[in-house]
């Protein structure tokens, strides 16, 4: 792969290199989970989301465009009853900025996390409402929950690779689909942040 750093150069992956080494290398590689787990929905997603990431920098002097990596969920509470799964997201159109949990982010390379709040680079929401903006699954099946007692349970991730990418003042909205409305998830995304200037972004 390649990424283009602030400074204009191309960095590209060679030899023994992973994938991500180079984009994870230069610092802006983030990842964060939602704080309050919700029901699967039993129907295609419309406008309830379980977690939203909103890019909060469309009011800051370096405004970054969110490349999204990979989505993740997880089982946060069981049922006595099997259920498969599927993580489904969009990109909204620009909105306005929802009502912040307090998230911890995490680095991908080592800096220091920060816990989201007003003025941070992504607002963190928890079972918002968004304007449906082309819904689709993520994975290439289902994740089979085996019956279970009601503790926690499984996990998985769905990759991305750049085919979502967060404009400043736009959201990632991501829930889970099941086969049931029971037990409850909780969902989150890793992203690489990339200056505005040096993507092409219409929003």
């Known amino acids: 792969m390649a990424h283009t ?4 150069s191309l960095l590209t992956t060679a030899g023994q290199q992973l994938p991500f080494t180079e984009a994870t290398r230069y610092g802006g590689g983030w990842t964060a989970t939602n704080l309050t787990g919700a029901v699967p929905l039993a129907v295609l997603p419309t406008t309830l989301c379980i977690g939203e990431f909103f890019n909060n920098t469309n009011n800051t002097a370096q405004p970054v465009v969110f490349e999204i990596e990979s989505l993740h969920a997880f089982r946060l509470l069981g049922t006595a009853a099997a259920n498969a799964l599927a993580i489904w997201a969009c ?3 620009p909105k306005a900025a929802p009502t912040n949990g307090a998230v911890v982010v995490g680095s991908l390379a080592g800096r220091a996390p920060y816990t989201t709040a007003a003025g941070s680079r992504v607002l963190v929401g928890n079972g918002t409402t ?3 903006s082309g819904w689709r699954p993520w994975g290439t099946s289902p994740m089979t929950i085996a019956t279970e007692a009601a503790l926690p349970g499984a996990s998985w991730t769905a990759d991305v690779n750049g085919k979502y990418l967060v404009p400043p ?3 990632l909205a991501i829930t889970v689909v099941g ?3 029971t037990g409850t998830a909780n969902v989150g995304c890793t992203w690489y942040e990339t200056p505005v200037s040096k993507l092409v972004v219409v929003a």
């Open 5 to 8: 750093l602030v400074d204009g």
């Open 179 to 181: 086969e049931g409305a």
């Open 130 to 132: 968004v304007i449906a």
């Open 169 to 171: 003042g736009c959201s």
């Open 91 to 93: 990109v909204t159109a």
